[in-house]
Each structure stands twice: as C-alpha cells, then as structure tokens.
C-alpha cells in the first residue's frame, strides 16, 4: 500500500512511495507526530540519480523488518536534495561539522523540534568494513532516546547554536582588484594538473566554473597560462571517459585523475555549464573540438533531457539494466570487445577498439571499457569512424536506458537557458535558441506567480509546492538575460529585472550578505548560507553575475552595487580557495572589465548588416559584455536609447564605466573594441 510520498511530484520520492516504511514528507505534520509518540524523527536525504541511495533503499527501506522496526520507533522523513536544497545543505553542514565528511545518501536523527543529534551516510544491512549495520545504528538511536534523554537533547542543543555562529560576516570588504585575482590565478596553478588538465586528484569534477574564470582573465589580461589551462582541461574531459563519446553529454565526475572512469550519471547543471564552457571556449580559440563538444552536448541535452512540458529533466541515472535484470552502474555506456565485434563485424571492432581505447582488461568492472579518445598517432578514416560511432550508438540505444529524473529545477534550468541560447547563436542554430525560449517560457508560465516569486520545481506540468532559492532566483536570471541579449526581445531583460528585485529585498540583509533562502521562507534551525561553488555556481556569486549583467543593461545603481558587495566575498575566498568561487571570480572579472555595453542599432530587425553587427557583438570575449540589438528608435532595451543610425547605416555603440567608444559600422572595429584588453 503506497505511503505519503505518493502524492509527490518528486521522481526520488515516488520511487519511495511503495516502500513499507511509513515515510513523511518534509512538513511540520511529520514533527507534529514525533512530539505526539515521543519519538526521534529519521531524516533520510538523496536524490534520484544517486547511486548509494538505491542501493540503501533496496537493503534497508525495501526490508519489511527494518521496516517494522523504523516505523514502531521513528517518524521516518524523506526528502530530494534537489527540491529542497535548503533542508539539504543546514543538516549536510551538521553532519560535515561533526564527522568531517558528508554525502548522499545522509542520514540524520532529529529531536521533534528538528534538531540533530547523530549522522552519517550510507550503512549496511550488515555490518562490513568498520561500519555498523543500520539496524545497530537504529537500535543504538532508540535506546539513546529512550535511557539518555537529557545527553541527546544537549548534544542537539550545542549542535544547532555551532551552527548559528557560522554566519558569514565579511563588513565593508570591498570587490577584488586585481591584486586577488592575480593571487587566485597563481592559487590554480599550483593546484593545476600538468599531465591530465583539471585540479587537485581523485574524485576529479569538471572545473566548469574555474575554466569560465580562466577564459575571461585570458580575455581582460592576455594571460596565456590561464587559457593554456582552460584549453587542456576542456580538451582532457572531452577526450575522456566523462565525456559520451556517443551521445555526447558529460558524466557527473570522473573517479580517477584521468578522466577514464566516470560516475556515471548525467546531471543537467553540469551539462548546462559545460555546453556554455565549451563555447565561450570556441568563442576565445576556434577551436574545432571545442565546437564539437558544445553542440553535442547541446543536443544531447534537448534530445534526452527535454520533457513533453519544453523545460529540461534534472538528471539520468548512473545505473540501468545490464539485460539479465540486474541494475548495474553504467551498464548503458560500457563495451567490451567482444560486444564491439559483435555489433561492427572484427575488422571495424578492431578500429573501434583502437580509437575508443577498449582493451581485453578493460578500463572498468568486469573486462568492460568505457569508451575515450586517446591521443594515438596516426590518422584514421574520418567517414568510416562516423559509420561506426553511427552503428554503435544505433545499437546502445537498443539496451535499457538508464532511468531519468523528471522534475524540472528552476535554477539548472536557467543554466541550460544561457547556454542554448549562446551555443545556438554562436553556430547558428536557431532550433537551440528555440528550445531555450520554450523553456523559457514554461518557467514564466509554470513556476512565476503574480508576484514573481519562483516555485523551486515542477513535474508533468505541475509546479511543486516548496519556494524558489537564491540560485533559481539568480540562474533563472542569467538565463532570461543571455536570451535576451540573444533574442533581441526586452521582455527578457524586464523579467530578469522581477527576479532580481526579490534577490535584492528577501535574499540580502543590510550588509550586504545573501541567503540561500529568502527573509520570509520556512525557518530551519539555520538560515543557510554559502557563499562557495559547488556543482553549480553558488547562490550567492550567481546572484552577483546576474545584478551586475543587468545593471549593465539597465544603468541601475542598487543592482550595481548590490553586486558589488556580493563580490566582497570573492575578495576575502578567492586567493585562498579559487577552486571553491570560479563563479565568482568570473563576475569579478567582468566587474574589472566594466563590463562593456554593447548597443547595436539597425534600420529594421531584419538587416543583414545590423544582424552581422550584432553577431559579432555576441561573439565578444570581453568578459560578461551585455548586447542590445533594435531598430532606431526602439524602447525595446534601456541600451538603445540616443543610439541613432551613423549616416543611414546600421552602427554599434560599446561604453564601459561611464565612457564610450565613438559607433562604428565597421565588424572588424567592433570586434577589436570587444576584444582589447583594459589597459590598452
């Protein structure tokens, strides 16, 4: 008989909804309850494409004893990391706090007030490997409750008043100048990996945020060690195994320092940021696989991941059918040889084997390889690698298919908004920039109220009840203001504007410090807070980008230096921690370089001179440039107004900190004024 999670719009939660624990959404019915039976709550945190959180559910929440057991003495709480973060991140910070470590799935008892006061992660049915099983960890936690009541409600106590001294306090702390971003520059070199691109050792996560830091401080200084780094890492993922070199599309991290073996799952955010990465990358270089990536992860993105609604999925799971029945992590994506010969035939497996670097060995479990790109020598027939790469993908896609996260996110959304909308302007893809209008337009339609504030996800057409957080308000924003840069349509940039009004009333105090949740959201036993990347750009320096992209646009003083101090915290973490606030020192970059403001205006919107101006003006490196484009005269954007033609022809105006270049209608000058460095 299904629990409450049945009525959830939530995949990850539905997929608990036949379980034989009793399991409680997050709601204060659920603490309600545990005050009534005078009992812990059981707080269980994941999220559908997690690996560890289906095998944990199998083990112990399919299990009809354990099951007894949890539902006689806990009120057991499940909740989707991915549609409340907020929940997510407070108890993640206790559990990181108390056992120098964290992840999904968490696992964290509570007091009836929301309290906590034991942690961990995974356990086992069993117990193996140091660890106790869950079952000693659920009687443990019962007798402690029951026998040791006032140790319990003072070791929670003391747990949530460390918690509320974490607050981030950073004073009159200005924007960083140059100095730190020199010295977080020099902080990723050191860090750099020479040998294989990327940072730091295994786990390795793409750097997309610190790549986007490096191309812009390329663009503002002429750099060449930031773009040399930028360059090889985006060249050693894409030749790697966390890279599909199929279907295109990037994996959530690689386990190894080289790329080789991916955890498996394909998550929106990183492809969003990645597609983006890839062709601001083009954008600086040219470069022909830079070009290939980002639309094949473009087009992945729109192939897999669009729902019937026109807004994208959150994720694809790392574990599938290996077609006897059991689910396996990444079933879907392996080959060995002999699957290799027995779709191409010996003499193209062979060549397939040799360009993808599969090996009898096998580079993952079980004499399987996960398909790369290995820099060999030689030169192999490009029409009869496209014919197998053709044939072999023909033939996964007749293999069960990983299982996908439906939920539509607000924020990763946004992020796959800017970077269609850019991948499809830069290579003149229209139906790319189409597929980020309709998504676009569904948020607009689906997760905006009256009074523009944000629902956090929505489902089969059906906005979700919890509240938007600072990065759906701050990504949703970046997204609707590369559409319009792109689009040309204002409607856009005044949207954006909405979102960000609320950034500035509900999510900052009188310091200048944000929030991950607004002033009036539910009160946890923290108001969460991080000013650090993490997958996705955090909250916090979103925010930052976004304010200052639009007081570009718009000349709005409170945005500007609302941004302004947002960044103050980028001066502070940036020379100690650039890998943790690529996000960051990438708006930081664009606030050094103005950021320009690009006006193009034309005679009409269908001008074939005024549409190359503003082609080129997208195609700046300058870092963060905003572009209007319009007919003269046109309210359509703030940047257009007293911008007429130059002598009846189609001409673009560029100014930066309160100072502009003379028009011009020249594309090459346009392209030399959004190409100069600072100082020159």
Avoid at 20 to 33: I, L
Avoid at 154 to 160: N, S, Y
Avoid at 164 to 190: C, H, N
């Amino acid at each position: 008989m299904p629990n409450r999670l049945a009525q959830a719009t939530s995949p990850y939660l539905l997929q608990h909804a036949e379980n034989p624990v009793d399991w409680w959404p997050w709601e204060d019915a659920a603490f309600e309850e545990a005050r009534r039976r005078d009992v812990p709550v059981l707080l269980s945190v994941g999220y559908s494409a997690c690996h560890w959180c289906h095998v944990m559910a199998h083990e112990s929440f399919e299990d009809g004893p354990t099951a007894d057991f949890l539902n006689s003495h806990f009120v057991s709480v499940k909740v989707d990391r991915e549609e409340r973060p907020d929940v997510d991140a407070v108890y993640m910070e206790a559990v990181q706090a108390a056992t120098g470590q964290g992840g999904w799935p968490m696992t964290v008892f509570l007091t009836p007030d929301a309290e906590p006061f034991y942690f961990g992660t995974y356990y086992p049915p069993e117990p193996r490997h140091g660890m106790p099983s869950f079952r000693q960890v659920l009687q443990g936690v019962g007798q402690a409750w029951a026998e040791r009541r006032d140790e319990v409600t003072e070791v929670a106590g003391k747990i949530v008043r460390d918690l509320a001294g974490r607050e981030i306090s950073y004073g009159d702390a200005q924007p960083p100048g140059e100095a730190e971003l020199g010295q977080a520059l020099l902080g990723l070199t050191r860090e750099y990996d020479p040998q294989r691109g990327g940072f730091g050792g295994a786990p390795k996560f793409p750097p997309s945020m610190v790549v986007e830091f490096l191309l812009r401080h390329h663009a503002r200084t002429g750099a060449d060690g930031a773009l040399e780094m930028a360059r090889d890492t985006c060249e050693r993922m894409a030749r790697g195994g966390i890279y599909d070199q199929l279907g295109g599309g990037f994996a959530r991290y690689s386990v190894d320092r080289e790329w080789v073996v991916p955890h498996f799952e394909k998550m929106l955010y990183d492809n969003a940021l990645l597609c983006r990465v890839y062709a601001h990358l083009w954008r600086a270089t040219g470069s022909e696989l830079a070009r290939r990536v980002a639309l094949e992860t473009a087009d992945f993105m729109v192939r897999e991941l669009r729902t019937a609604e026109g807004g994208f999925a959150s994720a694809l799971d790392a574990d599938s059918d290996d077609g006897t029945g059991r689910h396996v992590e990444g079933a879907y994506y392996v080959w060995t040889p002999a699957q290799l010969t027995e779709v191409l035939g010996a003499d193209d497996a062979a060549l397939a084997a040799q360009y993808f670097g599969v090996t009898e060995e096998g580079t993952f479990e079980h004499g399987s390889s996960v398909l790369q790109l290995p820099q060999q020598e030689g030169v192999f027939d490009a029409e009869r690698i496209a014919s197998v790469r053709e044939r072999l993908l023909a033939a996964r896609d007749g293999r069960p298919a990983p299982a996908r996260d439906d939920k539509v996110v607000a924020a990763w959304n946004g992020l796959a908004i800017a970077a269609l909308a850019e991948t499809g302007a830069y290579f003149e893809r229209p139906d790319l920039v189409e597929a980020a209008v309709a998504a676009a337009d569904l948020l607009v339609r689906l997760h905006l109220d009256e009074q523009a504030r944000l629902f956090r996800t929505s489902k089969d057409g059906r906005a979700g009840a919890n509240a938007g957080v600072l990065e759906d308000y701050a990504d949703v924003a970046e997204g609707f203001l590369s559409l319009a840069s792109v689009t040309v349509e204002g409607v856009w940039l005044d949207f954006a504007g909405l979102l960000l009004d609320h950034v500035l009333t509900r999510f900052t105090d009188e310091s200048g410090s944000l929030y991950d949740t607004a002033a009036d959201a539910e009160q946890l036993i923290r108001r969460p807070q991080d000013p650090t990347d993490n997958a996705t750009p955090s909250g916090w320096t979103a925010a930052a980008g976004a304010l200052l992209s639009y007081a570009a646009h718009t000349g709005s003083e409170p945005h500007r230096t609302a941004a302004e101090h947002a960044l103050g915290v980028v001066k502070a973490l940036g020379p100690r921690v650039p890998r943790f606030v690529g996000w960051g020192l990438a708006a930081a970059e664009a606030l050094l370089d103005g950021p320009r403001e690009v006006a193009v205006v034309g005679p009409g919107l269908d001008d074939s001179a005024a549409k190359g101006l503003h082609r080129t003006a997208l195609l700046g490196t300058a870092p963060g440039a905003v572009v209007a484009f319009g007919a003269e005269g046109s309210d359509e954007f703030p940047l257009l107004a007293d911008r007429p033609l130059v002598d009846g022809a189609p001409a673009a105006y560029v100014c930066r900190n309160f100072t502009c270049d003379a028009p011009t209608t020249d594309p090459e000058r346009l392209r030399a004024a959004l190409r100069a460095a600072l100082n020159s």
